[in-house]
């Protein structure tokens, strides 16, 4: 057995939190423990939301934690990496967690795309670094691949704007069609990363989306119509909702100045 599988089976079993990093063999690693299963009725409004307003893309994917998710996490990233797509790298795995080495190249600082993006200044290089990640994404579609949760939390992005993605425990395609994973994965990362652009930026913002996805119009079709259908909710008072009311409203924003630009080409 290798020193990743001894460390694995000994810290699996010690480690408290779901995931923890180490210094092993003088490299960070990240040991990633199975989530338990998610209960069945959390899924549920966001099942009927989509059935509802007829939003397949929005159908729940379960986390069914366990080796289930572990194994799920494992193929995804196999799959990925086959494809040539920036992945962690698997030192060791069993049936309850996942070794993973630490994304960050030597001498590279890597953080979550979130914080990069409300960080970024000035505006220019905010947008740049958006428009980089909207292509990295982009390219894994012309690939025939989508991600699993395209939040920018998920997205981690070094100095260079290299790109690595991160968490696999669902796999969308287990439910959706390709065509709906993709949307998914362009409406998850709206939604996360719109609240770090002002009302000035987020015009630019939309621009640089348009640019990507109108070059697949089925797709194109898909997030136009979550934006028209989505659209009653800018009517309510969401700032009662803090943090969160602000985050959707703005990305429920985007989604509209999308669908108005897609309606002035069409007239």
């Known amino acids: 057995m290798s020193q990743y599988s001894n460390f694995i089976e000994q810290m699996s079993l010690e480690q ?29 409004p966001l099942h009927w939301i989509s ?11 379960p986390n069914y934690g366990g080796k289930q998710a572990i194994d799920c996490e494992v193929k995804r990233i ?3 990496h086959r494809l040539g797509i920036q992945v962690p790298e698997i030192l060791a795995y069993n049936d309850s967690a996942v070794l ?18 409300k960080k970024s200044q000035p505006s220019a290089s ?5 428009a980089d990640a909207i292509c990295a994404i982009q390219h894994i579609h012309d690939l025939d691949c989508y991600l699993s949760e395209a939040f920018a939390r998920n997205i981690l992005v070094d100095n260079q704007h290299q790109f690595t993605y991160i968490d696999f425990e669902t ?11 993709q949307t998914r994965d362009w409406l998850f990362f709206m939604f996360s990363t719109a609240c770090h652009f002002n009302e000035d930026e987020i015009q630019s913002a939309s621009t640089l989306l348009i640019e990507n996805i109108s ?18 909710i800018l009517k309510l ?8 009311g602000r985050r959707l409203r703005k990305g429920l924003l985007l989604l509209q100045l999308i669908n108005q630009k897609n309606n002035r080409v069409k007239n």
């Open 100 to 117: 993973l080495k630490d994304a960050a190249q030597a001498g590279q600082q890597i953080e979550q795309l979130e914080y990069a993006l």
């Open 237 to 244: 008072k969401l700032e009662k909702l803090g943090g969160d």
């Open 51 to 61: 059935k509802c307003l007829g939003l397949n893309m929005f159908a729940p994917v």
């Open 171 to 181: 796999d969308p395609k287990q439910r959706l069609s390709l065509q709906d994973c």
């Open 16 to 44: 408290q939190s779901s995931i923890q990093s180490y210094e092993l063999q003088n490299q960070k690693v990240w040991l990633k423990k199975a989530s338990p299963r998610h209960a069945t009725w959390i899924y549920l």
């Open 215 to 232: 070059k697949n119009k089925a797709i194109y079709h898909d997030i136009c119509r979550v934006g028209r259908k989505l659209q009653w």
């Open 78 to 80: 196999q799959q990925l």
């Open 126 to 130: 905010r947008l740049s670094l958006y």
